[in-house]
C-alpha cells in the first residue's frame, strides 16, 4: 500500500490533515489515531512559552496573540470542542486524566454500595483495565467480588452480548445493581452497544449508569445527555488524535449539579471555584460542573495536542458528517471482506479462512471490523504477512484481526489495499504463491 | 536583572543546561521550573515517531537508535532517576498520573478507616488541593469531617508547625489516626518538616504515615526508604523541571510488597504483570512494586519532558550536590534579605518592611524563603516593581512573596540581583526616588 505517500487528499489514501506513516496502509486508529499536522507547531509553541518566560505563562501567556491560551486556563478551550463530539452539554465535560484513573475517580464517586444495593454490572471480557478496576472497587469497600461483580458472557457459541440479554439481565439482578458500566463499543468485537436503552433500563431500576467510551468517542454519534447518561470517561488517543498517552475526559450528567453540594469525589484545587482558586482558601466550592470532578493543573502539552487534534477533527467536518463517511468506508470495507474468497459466515475446519465477528449492520458498529481467522496460527501469520508490507493494523491473541478504516484521514483505497494485502498473505499462507510486489 | 541573557553557565545567573527567560531574574522554580534545553528536542522526537510510525511505536520505535524507548516501556528509564533524589528503592517509585490525583489514588488505598482508628493528621494552612481531598476521602468513607479531620495549626503569633507540637498530637492522638499526611516543605512558610521523626511517631502509633512532596522533591535530601515513610506523592513541575502540569511521580514502601497480594487500590492495567499485559486476560496480578499502582498508559510527551529534565539534573550534579549548592545560595540570599534595611526580625507597624517567616536554619527549609510585607498593600506593590523589573518570584496574598534560587540553574548573581530590586521596589514604596534603570 502507498496511501498517504504524497499526503494528498481524498478518497485515495490518508487525507491532508494527519501526517501518515509513509509508505503504510494506516488501519489502526482504533489503537492509536494519526498526528494531525498541526499538533507538533502547537506543543512547541508552549515549549517555547516555557522556555521564555517559564511561569508567566500561566497569566501572560507570550503567544497569545497567536491563539496560544493562559496556562491557567488551558483547557477550557478543549471544553466545547468535546462537548459536540460525546452529545453533551458544555458544563458536563471536562478534559483530564487518563482514561482508567479517570473511570476510578468517577467510580469512588458514583459507587457508593449499600446493604442491599452493592453490585457492578459490566461485560466479560471488557477491556483488562476496567475488570482490573472494577474488582478493587468492590475490594476497597470490603465486598465479596465473587458477589458484588456481574459479569456478562455472550450466549454459548456466540461472540456479541444480545441486547435482549443485557436488559434481562439488568431487570432481574437491578435492585442489587449500583452501577452499570458497559463500553460503548466493545474494543475486542467492535459490537456497539445500544446505549440508550440500557441506560434507561438501568435507571428503571434504580442503578447508576456510567460508560467506557474507549472505543466510541469520535467514532460513532454517542448522545450522552439525550441518552440521559450518568457518567462516561474516554481516552483521545484513539478516533480523537490526541497522541499516546494523551490526556482524557469525562462527562457528568448536569442533573447532578442542581444540587450545589452534589457528592464527595476525589477533589482537588483545580475543580474549585477558579474565582478563589489561587486565594489558597480552605472552602471546598466545586465548580458546578465536570470541570469541578478535575483534580490537578493539567499537562499543557497534552492539553494542546488534544485541543490541535480536536480542531482538526473538526475541520475534517466533524462527528456528524465524519461518522457518515465511516459507516460508507467501513461498509466498503465489509463488501471487499465478505465477498473474498477466504470469507467465511461461521468458523470452520479445515483451509484458512476469516469469518466476521463484529456486528454486520452499520448502526451496531463503529469503523472497526474484527476477524476471526483459523486454524492455528493462519492469524500470526497472516499478521506478519500484513505488518512487513505496510498493511499496520493490531491483532489480539490468538486469533482476532482488527480493521478500523478512520474517516478523518483514511480512504476507500486504504480498505482496499488492507484487503488485498491480508488476501495475498492467506494465499500465501495456503500454500499459494508469494506475490514479489515486497515493498 | 540580565542573568541568563547569554546563557553563560557559572554563579553569574542561569546555567547553561536550562533555556531561562531572557532578560530576567528567575527566582520562581517553586513554583515552575524552567526549562532543560534539552526537552524541545526529545519531545519533538516522539512527535516524529508518532508521525512517521503511528501505534508501531509501542514496539518498534523508530529512533531506538538515538536513545529513544518502546512506547510501552517508555516510562521505566525514568524511574532509576527518580529513586535516588527521594532516597527509595527502584521498585518503590512510579511515575504517573498528577500530584493532587495520585494523592488521592494514595489514600483510596491507604486511607481504610475503622470504628477506632479513621482520622486523618494534616496541616491547616496545607495546600488547598490537600485540603479537598482529605475532606473529600473522608466524606466518602460518610464520616463526620468535623471529627474525623485533624489540622495542625502554628501557635498563636507563629508561623511555623514546632516539631514538638506534631509529635505530641501523634502522641495524644494517635491511636484513632488512620493516616498522618503533611507536606514534606510547607508551600507558603517554606519549611521542611522532620520527616523522619514524624514519620516514626505515627508508627509508633500505629498510623500510616505520607507525604506530599511537591515542594519537597529535587529541592531537598529525602530519604524516603530509610526514614520508613509509607507512601508519598511529588508532582515534577517544580524543583525537576518537567515542565506545566508535567507527569508526577509516586513512593511506596517495599515492606509492602513481601504480601504479594497486597492491599486493593485504584487498579489498571498498566500496573498488572507486564509480561501478560496485552494478553488481555481477566486475571489481577499486580506488579510486585510502585509500578503496580500504575492505571493508564503515560502520556509519552510528558513522560520524556521528565526524562529530559532527569538526566539534566543528573548533569547538574544530582540531589547532594546540588543540595550543597542550594543551601550556600539561599544562605547567601538570606544574608543578603537580613542585612537590608527593610529587614526586621518580627512584624512591626509604620513604614515599609519585611520579615522572614522560613526558618533561618538551612537544614530546616529548602531552596525557598518566604517574606512577610507589612503594612498594607507594600507587598503587592513590591511584587509589581520587581515583575516590571524582570525579578520573577511569586506572591501569596494578602502578604507574602517566595523566592526561590534553584541549585540547578540559579546563580548567587540572581540571589543579588532579586534583592537589589526588592529594595528598590520599597525604597519607591517608602516614598523615596525611582531607580530610571528600567529594563
Ligand atoms: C503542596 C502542594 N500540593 C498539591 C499541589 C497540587 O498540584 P497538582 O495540581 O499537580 O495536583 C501543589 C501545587 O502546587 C502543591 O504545591
Ligand atoms: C475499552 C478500554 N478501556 C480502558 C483502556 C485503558 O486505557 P488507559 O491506559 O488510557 O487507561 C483502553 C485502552 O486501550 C480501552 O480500550
Redesign the pocket.
Known amino acids: 500500500g502507498k496511501s498517504g505517500e504524497s499526503g494528498e487528499s481524498g478518497d485515495t489514501g490518508s487525507g491532508s490533515n494527519h501526517s501518515p506513516p509513509h509508505k503504510v496502509t494506516y488501519l489502526c486508529g482504533n489503537?492509536l489515531g494519526l498526528m494531525p499536522k498541526s499538533t507538533p507547531l502547537l506543543v512547541n509553541k508552549e515549549l517555547k512559552a516555557w522556555g521564555d518566560r517559564g511561569v508567566e505563562s500561566h497569566f501572560r501567556h507570550p503567544l497569545e496573540n497567536q491563539g496560544c491560551v493562559n496556562w491557567v486556563d488551558i483547557d477550557l478551550p478543549v471544553v466545547p470542542l468535546l462537548a459536540p463530539i460525546v452529545g453533551a452539554r458544555q458544563n458536563e465535560v471536562a478534559c483530564m486524566g487518563?482514561?482508567?484513573?479517570n473511570?476510578n475517580s468517577l467510580l469512588c464517586s458514583f459507587y457508593q454500595p449499600t446493604e442491599t444495593r452493592y453490585k457492578i454490572l459490566f461485560e466479560k471480557h471488557?477491556?483488562p483495565?476496567?475488570y482490573y478496576a472494577m474488582l478493587n472497587q468492590v475490594r476497597l469497600h470490603g465486598l465479596d467480588e465473587e458477589d458484588a461483580i456481574i459479569q456478562m458472557a455472550p450466549r454459548k457459541g456466540e461472540f456479541l452480548l444480545r441486547t435482549e440479554d443485557i436488559l434481562s439481565t439488568i431487570e432481574k439482578e437491578g435492585e442489587s445493581i449500583a452501577v452499570v458500566c458497559f463500553?460503548g463499543i466493545q474494543?475486542y468485537t467492535g459490537q456497539y452497544f445500544d446505549m440508550e436503552r440500557i441506560t434507561r433500563a438501568g435507571h428503571e431500576k434504580g442503578c447508576i449508569v456510567g460508560w467506557?467510551l474507549?472505543?466510541a468517542v469520535g467514532n460513532v454519534e454517542v448522545k450522552l445527555h439525550e441518552w440521559d447518561v450518568d457518567f462516561a470517561a474516554w481516552?483521545s488517543?484513539?478516533y480523537l488524535n490526541a497522541g499516546p498517552?494523551g490526556i482524557?475526559g469525562i462527562f457528568i450528567n448536569s442533573r447532578f449539579f442542581e444540587d450545589s453540594n452534589w457528592r464527595p469525589r476525589l477533589a482537588g484545587w483545580w475543580g474549585n471555584n477558579s474565582s478563589i482558586r489561587f486565594e489558597m482558601r480552605e472552602e471546598f466550592e466545586p465548580i458546578r460542573g465536570a470541570l469541578g470532578f478535575r483534580q490537578s493543573n493539567p499537562s499543557v502539552l497534552d492539553v494542546v495536542s488534544l485541543r490541535s487534534a480536536l480542531e482538526t477533527y473538526e475541520k475534517c467536518g466533524g462527528i456528524k458528517k465524519l461518522r457518515e463517511k465511516s459507516k460508507e468506508m467501513t461498509g466498503f470495507l465489509q463488501e471487499l471482506l465478505v465477498a473474498s474468497e477466504y470469507y467465511r459466515e461461521k468458523e470452520e475446519e479445515g483451509e484458512p479462512h476469516f469469518t466476521i465477528i463484529t456486528p454486520l449492520k452499520a448502526d451496531e458498529r463503529g469503523a472497526q471490523i474484527s476477524l476471526l481467522f483459523g486454524p492455528g496460527d493462519v492469524m500470526e501469520r497472516v499478521f506478519k504477512y500484513m505488518n512487513e508490507r505496510g498493511v499496520i493494523c493490531d491483532d489480539r491473541k490468538p486469533n482476532v484481526i482488527r480493521l478500523a478504516p478512520v474517516a478523518s484521514y483514511n480512504g476507500f483505497r486504504d480498505c482496499y489495499e488492507g484487503v488485498r494485502v491480508m488476501e495475498e498473505g492467506l494465499r500465501v499462507v495456503s500454500g499459494g504463491r508469494e506475490s514479489t510486489n515486497l515493498q
Do not use: E, I, V
Open positions: 489503537s487518563t482514561l482508567t484513573m473511570l471488557a477491556f483495565s476496567d463500553s474494543y467506557d474507549a472505543h481516552c488517543y484513539k498517552g482524557g
